[in-house]
């Protein structure tokens, strides 16, 4: 069955260092894949979307690498603040599934 | 980006009464609109396809008596849960679908508690 995974459901970092979060999807092959965000009782905002046949993509301080041979997204917070401080999540495209997400802490 | 509205944000409501919850796509035609539902610390889970015009798409193990949905146009799609009890106190999202490509906005979500 398809499956998506998210690194560790917790990582904290300190301020200006840079997180990686990693999301890994089994048994399919998406056209694409979204990253979103979610802050605590609010619903989640989408942030970058990268197709499969983009390596890299980048905005601001986040930067979404997309490996459709390893099955795997890499999403990059430089320069981290702690109004970063958030739950991202994951979304292979067409699915309707999101991993469960990985809480980032962000501290001083 | 896309913006989409849900309404209300936080309900409180008796057990046995019905809450109807709004989703509103503000800035562009949505004719898929999702409902989620979530518990604390926990992913979103899907329980309902909605179309604009035709009946919506329930995910197994999801009452489609007790969820009831309507999509009458293709900016409102509305949730309804009937005689709710204290066990779907929830926080509830929606999302409408956006094409070229693909991409879901989310609603604010909204709090149900039921006493």
């Known amino acids: 069955s398809q499956k998506i995974e998210q690194n560790s459901e917790a990582l904290n970092i300190q301020e200006g260092k840079t997180a990686t979060l990693t999301c890994n999807y089994t048994?399919?092959?998406?056209?694409?894949l979204q990253w979103y965000r979610q802050d605590p009782g609010r619903g989640p905002v989408f942030l970058l979307l990268?197709?499969?046949?983009?390596k890299e993509k980048r905005k601001e301080r986040l930067k979404v690498t997309f490996d459709t041979t390893l099955k795997q997204s890499l999403f990059h917070i430089t320069a981290s603040q702690p109004a970063d401080s958030a739950t991202y999540l994951c979304?292979?495209?067409?699915?309707?599934?999101f991993g469960t997400g990985t809480r980032l802490q962000v501290t001083l | 980006g896309a913006v989409v509205s849900q309404h209300p944000s936080r309900v409180i409501c008796k057990s046995g009464t019905s809450v109807k919850i709004e989703c509103r796509s503000l800035?562009?035609?949505?004719?898929?609109m999702f409902w989620y539902r979530q518990f604390p610390k926990k992913s979103l889970m899907l329980m309902a396809t909605?179309?604009?015009?035709?009946?919506?798409?329930?995910e197994q193990g999801v009452e489609k008596d007790k969820f009831l949905i309507n999509h009458a146009s293709l900016t409102l799609s509305t949730l309804t849960v009937t005689s709710a009890h204290p066990e779907d106190s929830s926080f509830y999202i929606c999302?409408?679908?956006?094409?070229?490509?693909?991409?879901?906005?989310f609603g604010p979500g909204t709090r149900l508690l039921v006493l």
């Open positions: 048994n399919y092959s998406p056209a694409y």
């Open positions: 999302s409408a679908l956006s094409s070229e490509p693909e991409t879901q906005y």
């Open positions: 990268i197709r499969e046949n983009e």
């Open positions: 909605s179309n604009e015009g035709s009946k919506a798409t329930y």
């Open positions: 979304a292979p495209g067409g699915k309707l599934t």
């Open positions: 800035d562009f035609q949505a004719t898929t």
